[in-house]
Nanobody, 116 residues
Framework: QVQLVESGGGLVQPGGSLTLSCAAS????????MAWYRRDPGKQRELVAA???????VYAESVKGRFTISRDNAKNTVSLQMNSLKPEDTAVYYC??????????WGKGTLVTVSS
């Protein structure tokens, strides 16, 4: 089993910045991909950014140039630096880990609210 614990959500004004962190523990295999998803009420969950064990990254078009995903393989953590935040970035953000064998794990989510 793998446990994922997110932190760093909160309220921020438009144009502001926020950093989300996720710590993974348990039976973590390698290689794996860690990612951030988000879900806005009434909408489907969407991939925000993903990073592989080799640090290859993928970003949603809507966050390119504003968000940066990074990971520390030694500490099994993944972070999401979010800059130039917009009201439409408001959502619950979930940490995700997908193992080499396809097993997938989710955190409980952390709420990000972008509002003045």
């Amino acid at each position: 089993q793998v446990q994922l614990v997110e932190s760093g959500g909160g309220l921020v004004q438009p144009g502001g910045s926020l950093t989300l962190s996720c710590a993974a523990s348990g039976s973590i295999g390698s290689p794996n991909t860690m990612a951030w998803y988000r879900r806005d009420p009434g909408k489907q969950r969407e991939l925000v950014a993903a990073i592989s064990s080799s640090t290859s990254t993928v970003y949603a078009e809507s966050v390119k140039g504003r968000f940066t995903i990074s990971r520390d393989n030694a500490k099994n953590t993944v972070s999401l630096q979010m800059n130039s935040l917009k009201p439409e970035d408001t959502a619950v953000y979930y940490c995700n880990l997908r193992q080499w064998n396809g097993q997938e794990y989710w955190g409980k989510g952390t709420l990000v609210t972008v509002s003045s």
